[in-house]
C-alpha cells in the first residue's frame, strides 16, 4: 500500500476558506484571522447555537465580519415570500449573499426566484445543490450576476458512499464558463477535504469551528505526528494510574 501522499504547505493555498458557524463569538475570532475570507451560515446552524432573534443576529454579524462576504438564507417555503426575506436580508450590506435552496421542501425549483433577484442586482448564494443537472439548470439563470455562488454538498454526497470529486470537477467546468459564479465546497468532513478542493480549483470550501481547529494539523509532519500519538497514549494511561 502506497504511503499517505503529503500534503501542501498551507500558504500555498489558493482556495478561499468561508468560515460556517452561528456562534458570534467564533465568527469574531475567524474575522480576525487572515486565512478566513468569509463567511457562511444558515437556519439550523443558528437553532443549535440558540439564536432566536435573526436580524439581531444577522446585523451582529455583519458588524464583526468587516467587508468579507457573508451568507444568510432564506426559510420560508413560498417563493414570493423568499423574494421578500431575500430584499431584506440584501439591504444589510453589499457583502450580503443570499442563500437560496435550489428548490423549496416540495421539491419545487427556486429557479425563477433566483433568476428574479438576480436581474434586480442581488447577490445570491444557491445552497443544497446535489448534481450537476442542478448546477446546469442555476447557472443558466445566474448568467449576468455581479456576484454569485453556487454550494455542492460534497460532505453529505460523500456520505451517501458516493466520491464527490467527479461531480465537483464537473461543475467547475460548468461554472466557468461565468466569471462572476463561484463554485463553493459545502460541508467538508476532514481537512482532505481542503486540499482536494484546492487541487481541483474550486473557488471556496465552507469550514466549520470543528475543522477550524484542527487547521494547525494541516500539512503536518506524520513522523512527528505518529510520535505525539504514542506520548498522548502514555500520557492517558499514566494520568489514570493503569495496571496490569
Known sequence: MNEPTSAPDPASLKIKIFADGAEVDAIRAAARLPHIAGFTTNPTLMRKAGVDNYEQFGREVISVVANKPVSFEVFSDDFDEMAQQAKKLASWGDNVYVKIPVTNTLGVPSTELVRELTNEGIRVNVTAVFTLDQVRTVTKVLEGTRGAYVSIFAGRIADTGRDPLPLMIRALETIQVFPA??????????????????????????????????????????????????????RDATTVGYSL
Open 181 to 234: 459564479i463561484e463554485l463553493i465546497w459545502a460541508s467538508p468532513r476532514e481537512l482532505l477535504n481542503i486540499a482536494q478542493a484546492d487541487e481541483i480549483g474550486c473557488d471556496v470550501i465552507t469550514v466549520t469551528s470543528d475543522l477550524l481547529a484542527k487547521l494547525h494539523l494541516f500539512g503536518k509532519d506524520l513522523d512527528e505526528f505518529s510520535l505525539e500519538t504514542v506520548q498522548m497514549f502514555r
